[in-house]
């Protein structure tokens, strides 16, 4: 559910009496500008988890199939558990040695061993997936998830009510400042916006192996916020 928030900024008021300015010897007609803010609030619906299997061996080769092995038992369960294959996709392959330096520097640093990281992304259409999801790849043998992001499918509508509702708070304190000042307000003369693009939320994550439990996940709310400046005329009152 989308909900509406708004609060208020006043930058001026520019020329209270069509006498307080001239241009070219004409009277400048009296303004008024004000700046509105608005939020929209709203339940991601979607998100992106990205899992990784690290394995070490004493060479490269023995690293590499131990980790394909296990990649390739996580790849089939999560398309078990309903993951399609526009849904997951390999961000990242890296194989680096191991090194054992000498303590006085005095002989040169040695490979121990070699390491072998491969990260895929998994691309989520329900947020009640993502437990479920993360319990299957773990139990699978991945042993890393580097991030959970949250989104909603719904980014263009909330950011348009959060324009909406500032342009709202705009119009509602010019209206205040006009008739305070004895007049009323004319037409609308300029408007721009500036809103913050909505991003993914990032959760950090902290999980436990515990049996029989599912990883407990709160998506939380997603809030796009959008200022807009608008200048209207100023009627003088008579």
Do not use: C, H
């Amino acid at each position: 559910m989308l909900n509406r928030i708004l609060s208020a900024s006043v930058i001026a008021v520019i020329a209270a009496t069509p006498v307080a300015a001239q241009v070219g010897g004409t009277a400048a007609a009296p303004q008024i500008v004000v700046t509105g803010n608005g939020q929209a609030t709203i339940s991601p619906d979607r998100a992106t988890i990205f899992l990784g299997v690290q394995t070490r061996g004493a060479t490269a080769a023995a690293a590499g199939a131990d980790n394909a092995r296990r990649l390739r038992a996580v790849l089939d369960t999560l398309r078990a558990v309903g993951l399609t294959p526009d849904q997951l996709s390999t961000i990242n392959y890296n194989v680096s040695p191991e090194m054992q330096y000498s303590p006085n520097g005095s002989a040169p640093p040695k490979v121990t061993g070699y390491v072998v990281t491969n990260t895929i992304r998994a691309e989520l259409r329900r947020i009640e997936d993502v437990a479920r999801v993360i319990d299957a790849a773990l139990g699978k043998g991945a042993n890393e998830v580097s991030s959970l992001q949250f989104f909603s499918s719904k980014a263009d509508s909330v950011r348009r009510a959060a324009l909406a509702a500032a342009v709202a708070d705009a119009r509602a304190d010019a209206e205040t400042l006009a008739r305070a000042a004895g007049g009323t307000l004319g037409m609308l003369l300029e408007v721009s916006s500036s809103e913050m693009p909505v991003r993914p939320m990032p959760q950090v994550m902290r999980m436990e192996a515990t049996a029989g439990k599912a990883t407990p996940i709160e998506a939380g709310q997603q809030t796009v916020s959008a200022t807009v400046t608008a200048r209207w005329a100023f009627v003088v009152g008579r």
